[in-house]
């Protein structure tokens, strides 16, 4: 598995209650699911984020 970088995350008890039910409705950890949604949301805002040592797409 590839390093990760760990830090504390503050969420309302409101926020955590949805992300916990979604993570759970599709299978995954709670942890799983917020990388999900952010990567979501960077490639609705046109980033791409890509993982070290792997090569962009030639199109």
Same mark, same amino acid.
């Given at each position: 598995? *590839?390093?990760?970088? =760990?830090? #504390?995350?503050?969420? #309302? #008890?409101? !926020?955590?209650?949805?992300?916990?039910?979604? *993570?759970?409705?599709? !299978?995954? =950890?709670?942890?799983?699911?917020?990388? @999900?949604?952010?990567?979501?949301?960077?490639?609705?805002?046109?980033?791409? @984020?890509?993982?070290?040592? =792997?090569? #962009?797409? =030639?199109?």
């Amino acid at each position: 598995m *590839a390093d990760k970088k =760990s830090f #504390p995350l503050r969420l #309302p #008890p409101e !926020l955590h209650d949805e992300l916990q039910r979604l *993570a759970a409705a599709e !299978l995954r =950890s709670v942890n799983a699911q917020i990388e @999900i949604l952010l990567r979501e949301g960077l490639k609705k805002r046109g980033i791409e @984020i890509r993982r070290k040592g =792997s090569e #962009p797409d =030639s199109d």
